[in-house]
């Protein structure tokens, strides 16, 4: 039975919407942490280790594009260390500090696709949709 207790907010956003959002973000996350940390804001002159941060990212990157709902998952609690780094260096000179702002921006657009789509896309939600499409 559904719960009375919470008023209906609407229909939830697609899942293809969502992974669609989450794709574009990750991609432009990637390219935003490369650029910063190699040309456009480098903590060394000429680039530093600190581009080795686009690893977790790249890894979630392919479970992200093929829809795989437990790679939602676990990316969704690795983003925030890029939320957290984004607001930590927000202070940093121009133009590290708008960089940084970038990345927090974008990190928490990443973390609300991923986590709406995996509860979207749970079995029981699934269930749920085609049992009231039918």
Excluded: H
Aim: contains cysteine; proline residues 8%; hydrophobic residues 50%.
């Amino acid at each position: 039975p559904p719960r009375r207790n919470r008023p209906q907010t609407g229909r939830p956003m697609k899942p293809k919407t969502l992974s669609l959002i989450a794709s574009l973000t990750l991609v432009t996350l990637i390219a935003l942490c490369l650029a910063w940390e190699t040309v456009l804001a480098p903590v060394r002159p000429g680039g530093s280790w600190m581009t080795l941060k686009v690893l977790p990212l790249m890894a979630a990157l392919f479970g992200i594009l093929r829809g795989t709902r437990y790679t939602y998952q676990w990316s969704s609690m690795m983003i925030l260390l890029y939320v957290t780094e984004g607001v930590v260096r927000a202070s940093d000179p121009a133009p590290g500090g708008q960089l940084a702002l970038a990345e927090a921006v974008l990190s928490i657009v990443f973390f609300v696709a991923v986590v709406l789509y995996a509860r979207n896309t749970a079995p029981s939600r699934l269930a749920r949709a085609a049992r009231q499409d039918a």
